[in-house]
């Protein structure tokens, strides 16, 4: 499903619903989108990017008052790990009250929901997780899920390490291990 012509990340991550839609930042968005938004009920947007990253690519859907726009800004996100040891780590150190808060705000929204980071891999994937194990689906379905992103960014991804070659292009990718490590360690968080 392609919601937005200029993004390469956004979909459901839930089958046959629009109540929780991921994406990576849409920088650019057409009438004809926010008609389609407005349609589905997708009127909450959640940015979870800094303030740095949204003067740099600026989202048009904050300007536009017939959404409900947040900010939650998670810890460390916009960091890029230093070693594939420390991608799962980095994932965990987003957890925090701030974060739980803001997922029983998802939990409880009304409306249907966009929320992104800005390439909608690494914060996005961490809430879709965790809101996917919130919502009963399967550790299958989870890691699943997360997985799309890597066929989905897997161009942008390899572009952005052959410019900057000091980055490891398995830190940038998302990989199986990296959110099997992230959900075991919330499972055993929350059933304490």
């Known amino acids: 499903m392609h919601i937005f012509q200029n993004t390469l990340n956004t979909r459901p991550i839930i089958e046959n619903s629009f109540k929780y839609i991921r994406s990576d930042v849409p920088t650019?968005?057409?009438e004809e989108e926010k008609d389609w938004?407005?349609?589905?009920n997708v009127t909450t947007i959640v940015d979870?990017?800094?303030?740095e990253?949204?003067?740099r690519k600026h989202c048009p859907l904050i300007d536009d008052n017939r959404f409900s726009y947040y900010v939650f800004t998670l810890a460390g996100g916009d960091k890029v790990p230093t070693s594939?040891?420390?991608v799962s780590k980095s994932y965990i150190a987003m957890v925090d009250a701030k974060f739980d808060a803001?997922?029983?705000f998802l939990l409880n929204e009304k409306s249907n929901v966009l929320y992104?980071?800005?390439a909608g891999k690494d914060r996005t994937g961490v809430v879709s997780a965790v809101?996917?194990?919130?919502l009963g689906m399967s550790p299958e379905y989870i890691v699943n899920d997360y997985l799309k992103t890597k066929f989905n960014l897997e161009t942008l991804l390899n572009e952005f390490a052959r410019q900057n070659p000091t980055i490891d292009i398995d830190v940038i990718t998302p990989h199986k291990r990296y959110i099997e490590e992230f959900l075991k360690w919330y499972i055993d968080r929350v059933k304490q």
């Open 37 to 40: 938004l407005l349609t589905n």
């Open 53 to 55: 990253e949204r003067v």
């Open 48 to 51: 979870l990017r800094t303030d």
């Open 28 to 30: 650019e968005i057409t």
């Open 102 to 104: 803001m997922i029983e």
């Open 131 to 134: 809101l996917l194990y919130k």
């Open 116 to 118: 992104f980071c800005n």
């Open 84 to 86: 594939t040891d420390d």
